[in-house]
């Protein structure tokens, strides 16, 4: 599957474009923050420097996208992701990096989002979204976006989604 790594699209309040390599300082500067840091699996912080290595591999890798979000004054806010994109299904992962952003249903609205692409672009028929199990607000998120939990992995599949 050739996945376009400069694919846009926008939501009912959001616009998401492919991120680029202008957008290594805000996103290492919002994974490096603490409450940020604390969400992820990896929880090394990430520097400018290997963020760039990573992502000149990144723009080969078939199997991941990451979208830009931005709100509707053009606002960079967070970014959500699909990831080990491979037999018929994947990964998403969000942050909303800005915290004034936080809180106002942007995480859900981003997820349903890239679900959406994920089943109408990309012709995927599942979506998990890895979650650790103390992370109560992601999990509320994904709830929003119509995923199941299944033995603490959630699913959102093609023929059930809340995607509207």
């Known amino acids: 599957m050739i996945v376009d790594k400069s694919a846009s699209f926008t939501s009912e309040r959001l616009v998401y474009r492919g991120?680029?390599?202008?957008?290594?300082?805000?996103?290492?500067?919002?994974?490096?923050?603490?409450?940020?840091?604390?969400?992820?699996?990896?929880?090394?912080?990430?520097?400018?420097?290997?963020?760039?290595?990573?992502?000149?591999?990144y723009?080969?890798?078939?199997?991941?996208?990451?979208?830009?979000?931005?709100?509707?004054a053009g606002k960079q806010i967070g970014t959500v992701t699909l990831s080990s994109i491979e037999s018929g299904s994947c990964e998403v992962g969000y942050l909303i990096g800005d915290?004034?952003?936080r809180g106002k249903g942007y995480a859900t609205e981003a997820v349903r989002a890239?679900?959406?692409?994920?089943?109408?672009e990309l012709g995927l028929c599942c979506v998990d979204a890895r979650i650790k199990?103390?992370?109560?607000?992601?999990?509320?998120?994904a709830a929003?976006?119509?995923?199941?939990?299944?033995?603490?992995?959630?699913?959102?599949?093609?023929?059930?989604?809340?995607?509207?």
């Open 19 to 57: 991120i680029a390599r202008k957008d290594a300082d805000v996103i290492v500067s919002w994974r490096n923050e603490p409450d940020n840091l604390a969400n992820f699996f990896d929880q090394r912080p990430l520097t400018l420097e290997s963020h760039l290595i990573w992502f000149e591999n």
């Open 133 to 141: 199990p103390d992370n109560t607000l992601s999990e509320r998120v």
């Open 99 to 101: 915290k004034s952003a």
């Open 59 to 72: 723009l080969g890798d078939p199997s991941r996208i990451d979208f830009m979000i931005s709100d509707g």
């Open 114 to 120: 890239a679900c959406r692409y994920a089943f109408e």
């Open 144 to 164: 929003k976006a119509g995923f199941d939990e299944r033995e603490h992995v959630w699913r959102l599949e093609r023929s059930h989604s809340n995607n509207e």
